[in-house]
């Protein structure tokens, strides 16, 4: 099961709800939201607050890396064929797209209103 301050997700059942917390795997400070590669190998956890995108082993439940994307990252998805790994922010409301064959990172202003 993977739980952040906002969601939870039991990754057996896939539902979505009340939980029994297990070990906490290290992250980093404030995870706000989980996306799913679609082999359910990979968790991405945004870390509001930061520039980073934690990368979890789902298996192992250990943290093994980190993307850095624009300031204050909220939500993440990971497109249906594994390719992008999308994030949106708070700071900007901006949208990163990373490639996940490279790991580069490109990032699309959000419109502005005046």
Not at 13 to 29: E, K, N, T
Request: hydrophobic share 40%; glycine share 6%.
């Amino acid at each position: 099961m993977l739980v952040t301050r906002l969601d939870s997700l039991d990754l057996v059942s896939g539902r979505i709800g009340d939980f029994v917390a297990g070990p906490l795997i290290p992250v980093g400070p404030t995870p706000v939201d989980v996306a799913i590669s679609p082999d359910s190998r990979t968790a991405f956890v945004p870390l509001v607050g930061t520039t980073h995108v934690a990368i979890v082993d789902v298996r192992s439940a250990t943290k093994t890396g980190q993307l850095t994307v624009a300031d204050s990252p909220l939500r993440a998805l990971v497109t249906p064929d594994a390719t992008h790994l999308y994030i949106t922010t708070t700071a900007t409301s901006d949208t990163s797209s990373t490639s996940m064959a490279t790991e580069s990172s490109t990032t699309r202003r959000a419109a502005s209103c005046t």
